[in-house]
């Protein structure tokens, strides 16, 4: 697995190309704002086809440059139907410079879903909680999981936003205690995780809750 991550917008948001390198397929796992550039780069850099673009939750600073990866890829664009009326939003509020029909989805993304990139099999896990329809991938051969902002090291994404809910969180989080200890997360800002590392906090909020 070849994973290239690219930082980018105001607050410093995660994009992933993740490609397979026997069969120079890859995935997109978000598109921050200023980040289609680089993006594209990777993905011509290292020889990939892209096979599909992730969004894995709506809001703006994950989603900003995903109509232009979308166009210049020429991949199909995925997205859970819960977080459409948050994408939409967006859209609609001028934060992403294009229209709906731009966008598609061109797919949904259901809990349980496995999105096959060459011999990368990805499951998809819906995780909820700092934003409707917010999804992981998780790739349990090469045991990494793409978890947009559902945990970070030390931590969890934000429960004041509109639309996040602090119940959601803590189930989310106990699906990711689930995950073996070697399990790393990549998540949509900052430095990767291992569940081994974080596994003391996250049974403290799956028992007491989100404060």
């Known amino acids: 697995m070849h994973i290239k991550t690219i930082v980018a917008g105001p607050v410093e948001t995660n994009a992933f190309v993740v490609g397979d390198e026997s069969s120079h397929e890859a995935i997109i796992i978000d598109a921050p704002p200023d980040s289609a550039d680089r993006i594209m780069d990777a993905v011509r850099d290292d020889g990939f ?39 939409r939003q967006v859209i609609q509020s001028g934060q992403a410079s294009y229209q709906p029909d731009d966008i598609g989805p061109d797919q949904w993304l259901n809990d349980g879903d496995v999105i096959a990139i060459g011999s990368l099999r990805f499951t998809v896990m819906l995780t909820p909680g700092h ?50 200890d070697e399990v790393t997360v990549y998540p949509g800002h900052g430095l990767p995780a291992q569940i081994g590392n974080e596994r003391a906090w996250m049974r403290e909020v799956s028992e007491n809750g989100v404060s």
């Open 49 to 87: 086809e892209v096979k599909l673009i992730v969004l894995t939750h709506a809001h703006f600073d994950h989603v900003v440059d995903a109509a232009r990866v979308k166009a210049e890829s020429g991949a199909p664009l995925a997205i859970h139907e819960d977080a459409m009326m948050q994408l």
């Open 131 to 180: 934003a409707p329809g917010q999804v992981s991938l998780y790739e349990p051969n090469e045991q990494v999981v793409f978890g947009g902002d559902t945990l970070f090291p030390g931590g969890y994404g934000r429960v004041d936003l509109p639309g996040s809910s602090r119940g959601e969180t803590q189930e989310s989080i106990r699906r990711m205690l689930e995950l073996p």
